[in-house]
């Protein structure tokens, strides 16, 4: 099965490397990080991620990932990966996200009527690319399989090895990367209290800045489009 | 605070992302990624880390986290890295390490005498270094912070930003980062079924290679070394 990570600018690291752990030791899987060149590409951590692939000539695609992450925005108005993901979607057996990412597949057109993950905090952007949020650490719609905000892409591999590979292969997984999580209120809005809610979105709708108007201009680009 | 996650070859990646996106979010963090040299390093992913710094001329680090993987046997015996965190220990806050990062720890001598966490699957080098292998999440002795398997660094990493900075930053960035995973057994040896336990026993077993030997190694050399 050959797997694409899509990395780009500002991306949020543990949105892909979460999920490329756990989906690199899946039987048989081949996995390739692909960009729009071969350059590093840095994350939102200081960490610059070397690309495996480039878009052009990269090949048809098993299983697409795109992660998340501030730079989101950018790439939701970048033709080319647009243009790529479009090109890869037909043949591809699943075409997935992390976190901001279901926003990149959203402007691609990908989502238009489907039901789809994303961060808690970005949600609300999925509308106006025709497509309804679901508050659920991993959403399955057809061959889309779309998770929450970055952690929740470990869950969401952990998931897909299960879909395709069954209950003792996810198993062994979980065992072999020792995932026993502590259990802690507060991981959603639901369960935090309504100060720290209060704190992230704050924090959130600060560091948007530009980027809430790029967001609309995608979408705004891509309802332009439809026929 | 000035952190340093050290980078080497065919390290298991989960170890360092999940708990640099934690950290580096921590309020006052200056993350950089250490190696011996600035040239990009491959993890066991087939994904390639940058460096941000080489070891030498670092400066004295506030904390050092040492992640883990098969590649840890090699750096186990790499007296330029062993000797770089023996210079770092004194000044250093806090020591850490997840995975099997903590026989890096153990095989520069800093553990000898001190309760630490492993994989669960390694754990049992620790004696062979003066440490006592504590199958918990994260393990608290004195300066040293040291965490159990993969996935446990993100449990990690968010003990230590509580430490450091109180629950509510804590779960502040626990939502940022929409950290409610799933609940699933069998992430521990104590949970998995046990024809689970033997899979991955066996996995490992066979994957160790020749590097039980090299571990063994260092901790003859360690033992000669101790008066």
Redesign the interface.
Known sequence: MRIAFLLYDNL???DL??P??VL?RMPGAK???VATSLA?VMS???????P?AALAGSGQYDLICVPGGYGCSAVMNDRVVLGWLRDQAPGATWITSV?TGSLILAAAGLLNGRRAGC??AWGDYLPLFGAEYVAE?TVFDGRFITA?????G??FA??VVEHLHGP?VA??L???????????P????A???PE??A??KA??AQRLGHRDAEMRAAAARLMGEMP
Chains 1, 2 share one sequence.
């Open positions: 949020t690291q543990l490397t979460g490329a752990q690199s996995v390739d990080f590093p939102d951590c200081g960490l610059a991620l070397v495996t976190c961060h808690w650490r929450g905000g970055v952690t929740s470990i869950d952990f998931r003792d198993a062994t979980r065992l072999a990367l020792e995932y026993d999580p502590d259990h802690r507060g991981g959603t809005p369960t935090a209290r720290i809610v704190n992230v924090m959130t």
